[in-house]
């Protein structure tokens, strides 16, 4: 299996109907995840409407993924985690650790989108925001967001599989400063296979 | 006053330091809202960086709303409706209609957010997920959601100050196929005026 590396991205290109198994190997790590129509980058998996489309802020096993033309552009096919993923939470960025102290660079996802895009050749400026695989954010009926550890046990998985030919966009997240990546704030690697 | 007609889109340049009163003049009507820093339109209010700016998805009256590089854009300085607001539901958009079964155009708030841009000479491409003005989305501990009505009544207004010179853009959504814009699905016109 390919790896993403510990407060790294990487890029993959899908054609449709592959499939991308993305591995939590130590169960603890987030990975921010991002998919564009490889054809049309204008084009790409959008939380906001995946929302009104599934009539959930919690995508499940089977679901489709939604792009901000409301038409999959995913399959969550696969899912041996207890399914608690966010979608309501930005990826991280220089803005952020600097809000939580932060005086010298931090990595963060945002850039890792970006750089990991350029590394396969598909520039794009902005920044969708993105699926956080195994990222716990409950949201209380009074609209109150909690920051919790990953549910995730070490080799869950999710299996996910191209509607149409497009790029998915993975992000170890580099959170060290909140228990987001699990109690002992150490962010670590996670391992990914293109399959089908 | 000025108004926003049934089913349009307005835009309005606002400097530092002053504020714009949005009243829902019948009390049903839910108002999609952007803000862009005036002189740098890669900067946007943004509801996901929102979110982890306050911790919650309901912002309240005295909340500042966050821009995609985490600092203020407006503050929320008065409220008069129950404070029910949407942050998590994409702009409704032609793709959506298509949906719901339409088969010839549909007026839409995404279509409305770019002409009312244009209208100010102020042209973006990307579409941020909106602020929901009254847009009644309750989501549930399991991340369910549901489309209320608006909890608001006529009159009622918020006062949104511009910390950062800025275009505020409105749409009266024009969702006239699920009652998210009152029980009898009719979406009105609702009015606004700058102050300060």
Not at 68 to 92: F, K, Q, W, Y
Not at 157 to 177: E, G, N, T, Y
Request: one cysteine or more; proline letters at 7%; hydrophobic letters at 40%.
């Amino acid at each position: 299996m390919e790896q993403v590396p510990a407060r790294r991205g990487r890029a993959v290109r899908l054609k449709q109907g592959q499939a991308i198994r993305i591995v939590n190997t130590h169960g603890t790590q987030v990975v921010d995840t991002w998919a564009f129509n490889a054809d049309d980058p204008t084009e790409f998996m959008s939380m906001e409407h995946l929302h009104a489309s599934l009539g959930s802020i919690f995508p499940s096993r089977g679901d489709a993924l939604y792009s901000n033309r409301r038409r999959p552009i995913l399959m969550l096919e696969e899912d041996t985690s207890p399914g608690r993923h966010d979608t309501v939470i930005a990826a991280c960025d220089v803005h952020r650790y600097q809000g939580l102290g932060c005086t010298e660079y931090h990595d963060n996802c945002t850039d890792n989108l970006h750089a990991a895009l350029a590394m396969v050749g598909f520039v794009r400026t902005e920044t969708p925001s993105p699926l956080n695989l195994w990222m716990n954010i409950p949201v209380a009926a009074d609209g109150k967001i909690a920051w919790g550890e990953p549910l995730s046990k070490p080799g869950d998985h999710v299996l996910l599989r191209a509607v149409i030919d497009c790029v998915v966009v993975m992000s170890a997240c580099p959170q060290d400063m909140i228990p987001i990546n699990g109690a002992d704030c150490t962010p670590v690697e996670v391992h990914y296979e293109v399959v089908g």
